[in-house]
C-alpha cells in the first residue's frame, strides 16, 4: 500500500532531487509551450516580411516602367498625326473580319461616327470594338443591339467617339 509521503518527511538528498527536477520540469515545459511557439512564430513572421517587401519593391519597380511606358506613348500619339475617326473606322471595317458585313458608316460631327451592322456576328463585333478601344482609344457613345434568327448574329446601330 502507498502511503502519501509528506514533503517534510523526505530525506535531504530526495528533497534536493525533488526541487531539481520540479525546476526543470518548470523550464522544459515554458519552453516547449512558451519560448518555442513564439520563436517559431517569429521566424514565420520574418519570413512573410522578407517575401513582402520583396514584392514591394518589384511593384515600385513595375510602376516606375508603367509610368515611363505612359509617358512614351502619350509623347508617340502627340508626335503622330492622328487620322480622323471616320477614316478609321472605315479602314477598320474594310480590312478585318467585319469586311464581308453590311454596314453603313456615317460622320455624327468631328468626333464621332455612326455605324450600322445589318447582320453581323455578335463575337466578332465586340473582338472589333475591343480592339479599337485598345489601340486608339474609341467608345461606344450609343449602342442598339437586335438579336437575329440566326445564332450569333445581331443588327447593331452605334455611335463611336475618341476617348479624351
Known sequence: MILPLNFSQ???RERYMLIIGTVTLFFIIGYFMLWEPLITH???LEKIVTAQTATLHWMQAASIE???LRRQSHSSSAKTPRQSLLSLIDESTRSGILSKTNKRIEPKG???VRV???NVSFTELMRWLGKLYNQHQVQI???SIEGQHVPDKVKVRLTLKIEN
Do not use: H
Open 10 to 12: 523526505l530525506a535531504p
Open 42 to 44: 517569429s521566424k514565420q
Open 66 to 68: 508603367i509610368q515611363q
Open 110 to 112: 468631328e468626333r464621332e
Open 116 to 118: 450600322n451592322f445589318e
Open 141 to 143: 457613345s450609343t449602342i
